[in-house]
């Protein structure tokens, strides 16, 4: 079945440490987005990529990293920089044109210990 | 700067009745999104809406877009306790070429009871 595989689904972070998560889409789509979602609130703008090594960053880029070596492929990496980063994070991805749906994985809860 | 806001946030509906969830942006959008999440899930998509006038139905949910008050509204008819989930409108910036790229409100918490 088609979809955006994020992996893992849990994942504690020690303080200092970096990490990566993962997201892989079989869509075939052309763009990627990394959103931010803390408890309450709504989503907000990391990082995304509409072509293959290209990225840009959104709203909240600080403390983060990106990647968009393969078509299918988006990996966020959480660095020590990120000085809040327990949250809820979701991939995304999109055809390009304006009246596609924008599809969201099951996303990654990211916890500091 | 595209700003969203949803209000209410938070709604306590009695299974059965009627009610509707107002999300305002605050500049030219061409793009209007609304999303389901269930707690600890993910988002689910309910409808895009791309032009002034726009509405959208799917069960009990119709969404509706009026550009020029920059509005949209998702109304819920005769509510069930299935429709209990939090509840995202989101915008896209007129023009723009990354469409993935939204503003989010705070989202709408839906909880209906008999």
């Known amino acids: 079945d088609g979809g955006i595989t994020q992996s893992p689904k849990y994942l504690f972070r020690k303080e200092g440490q970096n990490v990566t998560l993962s997201c892989e889409q079989n869509?075939?789509?052309?763009?990627m987005y990394w959103y931010r979602q803390d408890p309450g609130q709504g989503l907000r703008l990391i990082y995304y990529s509409q072509i293959v090594n290209d990225f840009q960053k959104g709203d909240i880029a600080e403390g983060y990293s990106v990647s968009r070596e393969k078509k299918e492929s988006f990996p966020l990496t959480v660095t020590s920089a990120q000085k809040n980063p327990t949250a809820f994070y979701l991939c995304?991805?999109?055809?390009?044109?304006?009246?596609?749906?924008?599809?969201f994985g099951e996303g990654s809860w990211l916890t500091v210990v | 700067e595209l700003k969203v806001e949803q209000n209410p946030l938070f709604l306590s509906m009695q299974e059965g009745k009627n009610y509707t969830i107002y999300c305002n942006y605050s500049t030219t959008s061409d793009r209007l999104y609304w999303y389901r999440q269930d707690p600890g899930k993910s988002l689910e998509s309910l409808f895009v809406?791309?032009?002034?006038?726009a509405v959208k139905q799917e069960g009990r949910l119709m969404a509706s877009l009026d550009t020029k008050a920059r509005l949209s509204t998702l109304h819920i008819t005769a509510a069930v306790h299935d429709l209990s989930a939090t509840y995202f409108c989101a915008a896209a910036n007129a023009g723009g070429t990354s469409y993935g790229k939204l503003t989010f409100g705070q989202g709408t918490i839906l909880t209906v009871h008999p």
């Open positions: 995304a991805s999109t055809l390009t044109g304006a009246g596609n749906t924008i599809y």
């Open positions: 809406l791309l032009s002034n006038g």
């Open positions: 869509l075939n789509h052309d763009a």
